[in-house]
């Protein structure tokens, strides 16, 4: 079942709005996207075939400044989960406040079936498409699912083409090479981190913890589950389960993940049939070491668990047997009403995408503002003001929950809304 993502961000939008009694005017605008555009795509195949793909650029909303969100090459992109996840970046933006509205691009195609030259040909296809919509003070793509700093670069270097000279701007998320900002891969992980962190050291249950005595099942290895599963394990804590979308390691000790992060081959997948407990350097099978499904990684006993993949994922079906006590999102809509209703009446707490996984675009901002200005930041700069921007973000919204009594996903809500219901008021 594949369950309307829109139709879930717009649930919980309203209850915020209900909450928080946003002016039903405002509301009404934020339930459409501003722009929608669907291209054909044209590619020429290595062996001279051709195929015929679909791509879209949902601009949902721009009341806080140019449009920002991220592009995917998923099979299962369409029109509809393009246009929510362009509503969750207006969203995400704006509830850690950023001077961006919200955007998100796709294209219907199973990137990891194509080869290098394939990939190119249809990044640059895609932006000779959709170059009229986009640039740095229009509308700023960036990597998401199966999209990388490599594809920024052919990206950027389109859009350069057919502009006539360089603009960096135009895109975030590139080879540091090209103006990218070193950081801005790990950011969005990093960002996690920042949140679980300010999280659990505000909890009565776990601020006394040490980071070894809390268990940590990651779901999905590409550039934010492997990230924030090797952040979180160089940190002390105890990471035993991990899994991409075909299967999951589990070792009840914890474990290695710099060993698992090694072993991954070279589409990305972790280590099949072998474990790397915590300790045990050497790759060897280990009698202890279990090979889990997707599914039961979720149902994992854990105190953390931290969806990295795709949406819908925590559904009313398997709510009730999540054993984790808390849920970081760190994909985009992994949880769904239903599964989220569950889980907060069984005192689950979930620490929503839109605030755990700002890091990324928080990261693009940087590179963005770096761009504009021929300015490069240092590391430390970097993660410092990532840091800053995160932190103030989750204590506002801390605020905001215990202001309205209600869960973190609303409060989230409510500080989005409120800014983004300010400045279409002021804009008229
Ligand atoms: N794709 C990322 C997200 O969903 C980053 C977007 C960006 O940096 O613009 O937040």
């Known amino acids: 079942?594949?369950?309307?993502?829109?139709?879930?961000?717009?649930?919980?939008?309203?209850?915020?709005?209900?909450?928080?009694?946003?002016?039903?005017?405002?509301?009404?605008?934020?339930?459409?996207?501003?722009?929608?555009?669907?291209?054909?795509?044209?590619?020429?195949m290595d062996d001279g075939s051709q195929q015929i793909l679909t791509g879209w650029?949902?601009?949902?909303?721009?009341?806080?400044?140019?449009?920002?969100?991220?592009?995917?090459?998923?099979?299962?992109?369409?029109?509809?989960?393009?246009?929510?996840?362009?509503?969750?970046?207006?969203?995400?933006n704006a509830a850690v406040g950023l001077p961006y509205g919200g955007a998100k691009g796709g294209v219907a195609v199973d990137a990891k079936k194509l080869s290098t030259h394939e990939l190119e040909r249809l990044s640059r296809r895609y932006v000779d498409a959709i170059y009229p919509i986009i640039g740095p003070e229009k509308d700023v793509p960036a990597p998401d699912v199966n999209t990388n700093p490599q594809i920024m670069a052919w990206m950027m270097d389109e859009f350069s083409r057919l502009h006539g000279y360089a603009v960096p701007a135009a895109f975030t998320g590139k080879p540091v090479e090209?103006?990218?900002?070193?950081?801005?891969?790990?950011?969005?992980?990093?960002?996690?981190?920042?949140?679980?962190?300010?999280?659990?050291?505000n909890s009565k249950e776990f601020k006394d913890r040490l980071p070894q005595d809390i268990s940590v099942a990651v779901q999905g290895f590409g550039n934010v589950g492997?990230?924030?599963?090797?952040?979180?394990?160089?940190?002390?804590?105890?990471?035993?389960?991990?899994?991409?979308?075909?299967?999951?390691?589990?070792?009840?000790?914890?474990?290695?993940?710099n060993e698992v992060i090694h072993s991954q081959d070279k589409k990305g997948k972790i280590p099949k049939n072998v474990c790397y407990p915590v300790k045990i350097k050497e790759v060897k099978n280990d009698v202890?070491?279990?090979?889990?499904?997707?599914?039961?990684?979720?149902?994992?006993?854990?105190?953390?668990?931290?969806?990295?993949?795709i949406e819908n994922q925590l559904t009313e079906e398997n709510a009730s047997k999540i054993k984790a006590k808390v849920i970081l999102e760190m994909a985009n809509g992994p949880t769904t009403p239903e599964a989220e209703?569950?889980?907060?009446?069984?005192?689950?707490?979930?620490?929503?995408?839109?605030?755990?996984?700002?890091?990324?675009?928080?990261?693009?901002?940087?590179?963005?503002?770096?761009?504009?200005q021929r300015y490069t930041w240092s590391n430390e700069e970097f993660a410092e003001s990532l840091k800053n921007i995160m932190l103030k973000a989750a204590s506002e919204i801390g605020k905001v929950k215990e202001e309205y009594k209600t869960d973190f996903r609303t409060a989230t809500y409510i500080v989005a809304l409120r800014r983004l219901?300010?400045?279409?008021?002021l804009r008229g």
């Open 421 to 425: 219901s300010n400045a279409i008021k």
């Open 288 to 309: 202890d070491c279990e090979t889990l499904t997707n599914e039961q990684l979720l149902e994992a006993d854990v105190d953390v668990l931290i969806p990295s993949a």
């Open 1 to 44: 079942m594949n369950q309307s993502l829109f139709k879930n961000t717009l649930t919980y939008l309203n209850k915020a709005a209900d909450l928080a009694k946003i002016d039903p005017h405002v509301f009404s605008v934020l339930q459409h996207p501003k722009r929608s555009v669907e291209v054909t795509l044209p590619l020429r």
């Open 57 to 92: 650029r949902v601009q949902y909303n721009d009341a806080l400044g140019p449009f920002k969100g991220g592009i995917r090459f998923h099979p299962n992109a369409s029109l509809e989960e393009v246009t929510a996840l362009s509503a969750l970046m207006t969203w995400k």
């Open 341 to 372: 209703n569950t889980l907060t009446k069984r005192n689950i707490i979930v620490l929503p995408d839109i605030l755990a996984n700002a890091g990324g675009v928080v990261g693009s901002y940087f590179e963005w503002v770096g761009n504009l």
């Open 178 to 201: 090209l103006g990218g900002i070193a950081g801005r891969d790990t950011s969005t992980s990093l960002g996690g981190v920042f949140v679980l962190e300010w999280f659990l050291e």
């Open 226 to 257: 492997a990230n924030i599963a090797q952040i979180l394990f160089n940190k002390g804590y105890k990471v035993v389960a991990v899994s991409d979308s075909e299967s999951a390691l589990y070792h009840k000790n914890g474990l290695d993940i």
